[in-house]
Nanobody, 128 residues
Framework: QVQLVESGGGSVQAGGSLRLSCVVS????????MGWLRQAPGKEREGVVV???????RYAESVKGRFTIAQDSAKNTLYLEMNSLKPDDTGMYYC??????????????????????RGQGTQVTVSS
C-alpha cells in the first residue's frame, strides 16, 4: 500500500515562505504523476501542481511563479517550495500520486480526485 506523509506546514505572514515535504513509501512505479493538492475551508479540493515521471510539470495559474515542485528520488521525497505566500494560499495541502499517466499528467491537475493515493495533509495558514 502506497503511503504518503506530508510535513512542513505552518503559519506564516503574507509574503513569507514555506517548504513542504512528502515522503513516499511502498511505491516503485516508473510511470506516474505526483503532485500537490490543497483544500481551503469551505472550498473544494484543487490541484496545485503536478510532476510527471517524464519530468513535465503543470502549475495552477494561481501559484505560477511562486511555487516550485521538486523531487529527490534517492530520498523518495517530494517537495513544494512556496514563496510570496498569500492569504488565499491557506488550506490543507496534500501530496498525491496517480499511477500511470503515460505523459498525460498535464491533464490530471484539474481533477484532484483522479489521484489514486493521497496523504493526510499538512496545514498551511497565511495571515495578512
Amino acid at each position: 500500500q502506497v503511503q504518503l506523509v506530508e510535513s512542513g506546514g505552518g503559519s506564516v505572514q503574507a509574503g513569507g515562505s514555506l517548504r513542504l515535504s512528502c515522503v513516499v513509501s511502498e511505491f516503485t512505479g516508473s510511470d506516474y504523476c505526483m503532485g500537490w493538492l490543497r483544500q481551503a475551508p469551505g472550498k473544494e479540493r484543487e490541484g496545485v501542481v503536478v510532476l510527471g515521471s517524464d519530468g513535465q510539470t503543470r502549475y495552477a495559474e494561481s501559484v505560477k511563479g511562486r511555487f516550485t515542485i521538486a523531487q529527490d528520488s534517492a530520498k523518495n521525497t517530494l517537495y513544494l517550495e512556496m514563496n510570496s505566500l498569500k492569504p488565499d494560499d491557506t488550506g490543507m495541502y496534500y501530496c498525491a500520486v496517480h499511477i500511470g499517466g503515460g505523459g498525460h499528467c498535464y491533464y490530471i491537475l484539474p481533477y484532484p480526485d483522479d489521484f489514486h493515493y493521497r496523504g493526510q495533509g499538512t496545514q498551511v495558514t497565511v495571515s495578512s
